[in-house]
């Protein structure tokens, strides 16, 4: 298991458009993937519990991985979260 913590550098924050790219990211791993913060944590593979943690730009989350491909799952995540090129896409 891994945990990290990742600021986001998204502008706008974690809408419903970059959660659905968020999901779909977290979604290419085999591993559990979670993100946590204030004490919730949330399947970043679930659009709804994503969604419920209305995270903004700027905060900083605790993301928690676990399974086979763990590290490249970590690696997906910190690097969506963290470059707000990649919600253009």
């Known amino acids: 298991m891994m945990e ?11 809408e ?5 790219m968020l999901v779909q990211v977290a979604s ?3 591993s559990s993937v979670y ?8 399947n970043a593979k ?11 730009n700027g905060e900083s989350v605790k993301v928690i991985t676990n399974g086979e491909d763990e590290q490249e799952a970590m690696k997906g995540i910190e690097e969506y979260l963290s470059d707000e090129k ?3 896409l």
Not at 4 to 14: A, D, E, N, R, Y
Not at 16 to 20: D, G, L, S, V
Not at 46 to 56: K, P, Q, V, Y
């Open 4 to 14: 990290k913590f990742v600021k986001i550098q998204l502008s706008g924050g974690l």
């Open 86 to 88: 990649k919600q253009e």
């Open 28 to 30: 290419q791993y085999e």
């Open 16 to 20: 419903a458009r970059p959660i659905a």
């Open 35 to 42: 993100l946590e913060t204030e004490g919730k944590k949330v």
């Open 46 to 56: 679930s659009i709804m519990g994503m969604m419920s943690l209305a995270l903004d």
